[in-house]
């Protein structure tokens, strides 16, 4: 039995040794940023929701995440992460067979994402075509049907910032 324990903890061991650690915890930028602005999101498509929501995600997400402090004034934040909806596409993937109408939807979005030091101008992170999806189900019958894109562009927000956080702090 002891060498069961043994080998339990033996692939832990070597993967905490050989440098792995949990994904979502590093932080690579600089030591001396201490707040970080977050502008509304410029936004040519038709779906405003998106530049409402995006920025306050994302603030929340950096709060919950990190040591940094959110501020509203960009000229007084140590970096500044600015953002655009540079493209938003819906298209149904499902459809129902008794009706012929679209029963589920992908939404798809592309981001262009900058994090810039303000004193240096230095970009810390940049990602032009940052694309995320989300899938929602649109009800069938009359009677029971339910708008969810707003839903799912909440969700899409949400989802946006875990992974531009992320991204930010690993520099990946």
């Known amino acids: 039995m002891k060498r069961r324990g043994f080998l339990a ?8 040794g050989c440098g792995y650690r949990v994904a979502g915890k590093a932080d690579l930028l600089p030591k001396n940023l201490r707040t970080i602005a977050i502008p509304a999101f410029s ?14 995600m994302l603030t929340r997400e950096f709060i919950r995440r990190t040591r940094y402090e959110v501020i509203t004034d960009a000229n007084q934040a140590d970096a500044v992460l600015t953002g655009a909806v540079v493209g ?8 129902d067979q008794r009706t012929g109408r679209a029963a589920s939807v992908q939404v798809m979005i592309v981001l262009q994402i900058k994090l810039t030091e303000r004193a240096t101008g230095n970009v810390l992170f940049e990602r032009q075509n ?3 999806r989300q899938l929602y189900e649109i009800s ?13 562009l909440d969700r899409l927000a949400m ?13 990946f």
């Open 9 to 16: 903890a033996l692939p832990t061991t070597a993967l905490t």
């Open 88 to 95: 938003y596409n819906a298209f149904p993937t499902v459809f």
């Open 130 to 132: 940052f694309e995320a």
């Open 43 to 56: 936004n040519p498509t038709t779906r405003y929701r998106l530049t409402e929501r995006l920025p306050a």
């Open 140 to 152: 069938v019958d009359p009677l029971s049907y339910f708008e969810e894109s707003a839903t799912a």
């Open 159 to 171: 989802d946006v910032s875990r992974q531009v956080v992320s991204a930010v702090l690993e520099n």
